[in-house]
């Protein structure tokens, strides 16, 4: 039977990694600008660019390119045949050239400034974390992150270089999503904690997931029993992560244990984790005397040195897992003629974690919400529009004279 | 009372609903079967959006206690 490399259901297709290999054969050049819109061509491309040790650029959809960076987009960079035939003879041959790729992905994370920081990542940082053997051989993965993004990516290593099925769970809804776990007998699931909770209740338990992994939010103990409930013989991993790190921690309850090795290179301070520079993946976005990192992840903190992932500092908020950084929304809202003074915040719930909500004093009366919300549209994510939105007379004031969040 | 309760209910799907594009609900169509994905469409933003308005007019989290999928359900834990 031919090995399936990736079921995309909304894309309407499915490849094994029989026939990538012959696609990447045929594949005369390579884009290094890389937009999550498709996956298969995002992942024929990103391939290529890791036989080829060059520089890729992963960004979402709606990222808007540096202007240095635009010209390259839509532009295929030539690849060394020699070595990306040779490369391509078998699937041993490609596991081995992408296991030594020197290639290096650049990722844009959203910094204290409105300008997003680039930070380029050896690959070989990554391939770190992945796991390869025998006992990852039948791996079938739900792949339930954005692919551009870190989390993303270390999922389709993990399965790819184990030669695993990948089947895209990515924006599906529940009854699909529980269709797909049965039919395709899932065995391992890393997704958000809303991704998750969104499933629940499940109706049914699925007893052929071995690994479920949680990451990008806070989790509870209600999250996990139901996950033990769901997934009986699986496994739970909670996983630690940023873009400027990778994978940092890993533990199997709600507490993460600091490793032994790294110790000297973690600190808390006023309850935010910060990073020894020597553990980011780019040291170049700090300052050259800097010493440490600051991650924005506030963490409560046990007796025994064990601590728990809290949430956001206040100008970055979580929303379903995703970071949204309060000031590129009020730059959009600047865009707004109409509107004189806004508050930007977030609300909590027990579904996302956070929604966005912002009040706004209007200079123009006329302007409706649906106005504002649609004008926010043309410029932003979905999760990062405002989902509740309030026409106030006075925006509140902290004592020092900075607007409230 | 309750009548009065579960019509503010409605009036606030409706409402999340309506800033759908394009908007997937009629007042008269929402019904106590009525079921929030599959029926209405609500993504989990939209369903997060819910909460926080239903919050907002009865001091409850609806899913704090795990996911609620029907109309009749939120009444359930609204107590309404």
Known sequence: ?405 | MLAEARQKVIEIIQLVCEEKSPPVAILEEIKEKTHLRNDLALDSLELAELTVRLEDEFQIDIFEDGVIETVEEIYQRLSI
């Open chain 1, 1 to 405: 039977m031919k090995s399936l490399f990736l079921v995309d259901l909304p894309g309407g297709y499915s490849i094994s990694y029989a026939e990538l290999l012959d696609l990447l054969r045929q594949q005369k050049g390579c884009n290094v600008i890389l937009r999550a819109k498709h996956l298969r061509p995002f992942y024929q491309h990103l391939i290529l660019a890791m036989i080829n040790d060059l520089q890729v650029y992963l960004v979402d959809e709606d990222f808007e390119l540096p202007l240095a960076l635009q010209e390259k987009e839509n532009t295929n960079v030539l690849i060394n045949k020699e070595k990306t035939t040779k490369a391509l003879e078998t699937w041993d041959t490609l596991q081995h050239s992408l296991l030594h790729s020197k290639a290096t992905l650049s990722l844009f994370t959203s910094g204290t400034t409105a300008v997003p920081k680039q930070i380029n990542y050896p690959i070989g940082r990554l391939l770190r974390n992945i796991r390869i053997g025998s006992k990852y051989a039948a791996g079938r993965w739900a792949f339930c992150y954005h692919p551009a993004h870190m989390a993303g990516l270390q999922v389709f290593l993990q399965a790819f270089l184990n030669h695993n099925l990948l089947v895209n769970f990515f924006g599906l809804d529940k009854p699909l999503i529980l269709d797909l776990l049965e039919r395709f007998r899932i065995s391992h699931i890393s997704a958000t904690p809303t991704f998750y909770r969104l499933l629940f209740p499940t109706g049914q338990i699925y007893d052929k997931v071995q690994g479920v992994s949680i990451g990008g939010e806070r989790s509870s103990p209600k999250l996990h029993a139901r996950l033990h409930e769901a997934f009986p013989n699986a496994k739970l991993y909670n996983l630690f992560a940023t873009t400027e790190t990778g994978t940092l921690f890993a533990s199997e309850g709600d507490y993460f244990v600091i490793p032994k090795a790294i110790q000297s290179k973690v600190k808390f301070v006023n309850n935010e984790l910060l990073l020894h520079r020597d553990l980011l993946a780019d040291p170049g976005i700090l300052n050259p005397e800097q010493e440490w990192y600051q991650t924005g992840d506030t963490v409560i903190i046990d007796e025994k040195g064990r601590f728990q992932f809290a949430g956001r500092k206040k100008d970055t908020i979580n929303v379903a897992g995703y970071r949204v950084k309060l000031v590129e929304i009020e730059e959009a809202l600047d865009q707004i003629p109409g509107i004189q003074q806004y508050r930007v915040y977030g609300r909590k719930n027990a579904l996302t974690g956070n929604i966005i909500c912002c009040d706004v004093k209007l200079l123009d009366p006329d302007l409706s919400i649906a106005t504002i919300k649609s004008l926010l549209k043309e410029n932003l994510q979905a999760f990062k529009v405002p989902r509740i939105i309030k026409i106030v007379d006075e925006i509140s004031m902290t004592h020092t004279g900075k607007i409230k969040r």
